[in-house]
C-alpha cells in the first residue's frame, strides 16, 4: 500500500511540473551587461553587510534602494529579469561568470591596495624608529 501511494504521489509531481509556463520578456528587459554590473553590485554590497554592517546602519543606507535608484529599476523589474535570465542557460552562465571575475579583478584590485598601504605603514614605521634613534643621540 505504502509503494502504491509512493508511486501515486510521485506520478502527480511529475504530471503537476509539466505545465511551467517560461518566463515572459520584461517590459524593461535589461542587458546582460547591466545585469552583470546590477548583480555584482549587489554581491558586493551583501558582503559589505555580512563584513561590518555597522557602517552601513550609521550612513542610513537602504541597501535594495540603493541599487534600485543607481539603475532606475524597481524590485519587480529586478525580480522579472533574474526570473527571465534564469530561463536563458547559456546567457545567464555567461551574466555570472562575468560577474565571479568582477568580483575576483575586485579581490585582486583591493590585495594589492592593502598591500601597499601596509608596505607604506611599514616604511613610515621605519623612518620613526630611524627618528627615534637620531633623536636619542643628540644632545
Partial sequence: MFKKATYIIGLFFLISCQNL???QKPDQLLTPVEMETIL???IMLDAMISVNNFRIDNHEIDVPDFVYNKYEIDSLTL????????????VNA???EKVKLNI???????DEE????DSIQK??????KTRDSLAKIKP
Fill in 21 to 23: 509556463k517560461p518566463a
Fill in 40 to 42: 555584482t553590485d549587489l
Fill in 79 to 90: 525580480s522579472k529579469n533574474i526570473e527571465y535570465y534564469n530561463e536563458q542557460y547559456k
Fill in 94 to 96: 555567461e551574466i555570472y
Fill in 104 to 110: 575576483e579583478d575586485i579581490k585582486k584590485r583591493l
Fill in 114 to 117: 592593502k598591500r601597499i598601504q
Fill in 123 to 128: 616604511a613610515e614605521l621605519e623612518v620613526n
